[in-house]
């Protein structure tokens, strides 16, 4: 969207939503629309698409934004946040599942390369799986 006046972002937002396109970039923001059915646009597939590449590379996605933040935070060393905002049934809940998916998958593939070195060198620590520990983290995020 490269004007932001009200009737444009509707025609923008409606036509792609038509298209069964549910992300639309706005500037550093991506709108979703809940289409209020399931897309397969989350699979292994699509995650291994979005990662790694630019947020300009592919179509808009959640994913893209969670890879860029993923990305950021292992280049920059610093914590990243992500807000996902609006009304009641928006699709809060299942975005924030989409993100967190996300970066288990990711992390996971890069967890396992990381196991290979662990077995060179034996006698570390183990911090349990990353799935476990983000079972663990579930009850603080349910809580906002």
Known sequence: LTYLNEASVLYNLKARYV???IYTYSGLFCVAINPYRRFPIYSDNV???YH????????PHLFAI????YRNMLQDRENQSMLITGES????????KKVITYFA???AGQSKQKEKEKEEKPGEKEKGSLED????ANPVLEAY
């Open 19 to 21: 298209a069964n396109l």
């Open 47 to 49: 995650i291994s698409k």
């Open 52 to 59: 790694g590449k630019k947020r300009t590379e592919m179509p």
């Open 66 to 69: 969670a890879d860029n933040a």
């Open 89 to 96: 049934g928006a699709g809060k809940t299942e975005n924030t």
């Open 105 to 107: 998958r990711v992390a």
């Open 133 to 136: 520990q983000i079972v663990q």
